[in-house]
């Protein structure tokens, strides 16, 4: 066998590997997408009598075992009948000790809350954003207050205030580029039961965060540019 030949032979052979295993990745990754997207429709059954009729968007969030930072989050509408995945499921990353109890989140316990929450304000660097929802650019100035201490406990402030901690919505990382509000906690505020409860980035699905839903940037713009005020989006969190 010539050197050339041999080499043509070695590069086909090569090439058929290459697409078997670029075949065998792609169905295992469409099982995987049909498998959490079943989970996320059994986890909304089994909680949709919670949710209003004129909720038509939802976000949900959920992870197998309840101290588990890792999560999916799917995108969910209401179409006439049922509800209906928008897009394919995305990884999320959530506190790092997992989902608290139903009703018993605390400030500073490293744990997400359970429940099914109104998607409210989203904060950003960005002057201009691609999106129907409710939007601000965030400023050195701008804080949430997590001091239960506080008369501002879990509101957001811009400026001057008297409260011991807080967090700082413009950040020098990118995890706070859009951070949409979850609203926990918010309506009534109870003193220690938890606050800064955001949407925002992650860099890397290694991270964990204090208690916030963390997303890749670009499932971020996605999830923007479907979001509609009009349709009364939600969130809905928990373990399957």
Known sequence: MSSGFYYLWRMIKLSF??????????????????KQLSAAQNFLDNNKTFINE????????????????LATLVAMERTENSWE???????????????????????????SPVGLFKLGQLFTYE?????????????????????PDS??????????TAAKSYENLKLKSVHYK???????????VIKGRGSAIFLHLFESEDET????????ESDMLQLLRWLDPEKHPMILMGTM
């Open 178 to 188: 859009y951070c949409m509000v979850i609203e926990y906690n918010t309506n009534p």
């Open 17 to 34: 590997f290459t697409l078997i295993i670029a075949i065998l990745l792609f169905s295992f990754s469409c099982r995987s997408n049909k």
């Open 151 to 160: 008369p501002d406990y879990n509101r957001h402030v811009r400026g001057e």
């Open 209 to 216: 965060t204090a208690g916030c839903v963390a997303i890749s």
């Open 54 to 69: 004129d909720v038509r968007q939802l976000l949900v969030v959920f992870n197998a075992f309840a101290g588990d930072h």
């Open 127 to 147: 002057g201009q954003v691609d999106t129907q929802m409710p939007y601000t650019q965030s400023t050195a100035e701008d804080k949430w207050i997590d001091d």
């Open 85 to 111: 995945p928008v897009f394919e499921s995305v990884p999320a990353v959530i506190g790092k000790n997992g989902f608290a109890a139903p009703g018993e989140k605390r400030e500073g316990d490293g744990m």
